[in-house]
């Protein structure tokens, strides 16, 4: 059974830091390129970072300079560094995954998470 479990979320004042972590089990973690994703109340679910398996990496315009994704094979994960947040990062984030790096980037990876707040506000 796969699952991707994220957690991290939390309530940040704006220029906060925050990182968010996505566990994967089932899965032959190192095979597979992973996603983080975000979706805002009444927005489209859009990509934010992705990683290769062997680690290439593409970010969203909105959140280059200032979020980081990695990955730790050793440990099943994929992270989001988060950094001088902003309102307007406020969403749901959630993580994806697939063995192909275009399904991912595509939003349709085989898996999903279910999901870690993230509310940035004073």
């Known amino acids: 059974q796969v699952q991707l479990v994220e957690s991290g979320g939390a309530l940040v004042q704006p220029g906060g830091s925050l990182r968010l972590s996505c566990a994967a089990s089932?899965?032959?973690?190192?095979?597979?390129?992973m996603a983080w994703y975000r979706q805002a109340p009444g927005k489209q679910r859009e990509l934010v970072a992705a990683?290769?398996?062997?680690?290439?990496?593409n970010y969203a315009d909105s959140v280059k300079g200032r979020f980081t994704i990695s990955r730790d094979n050793a440990k099943n994960t994929v992270y989001l560094q988060m950094n001088s947040l902003k309102p307007e990062d406020t969403a749901v984030y959630y993580c994806n995954a697939d063995l192909l790096l275009l399904a991912v980037v595509a939003g349709r990876g085989d898996y999903w998470g279910q999901g870690t707040q993230v509310t940035v506000s004073s």
């Open positions: 089932g899965i032959i973690f190192s095979s597979y390129a």
């Open positions: 990683i290769t398996s062997g680690g290439r990496i």
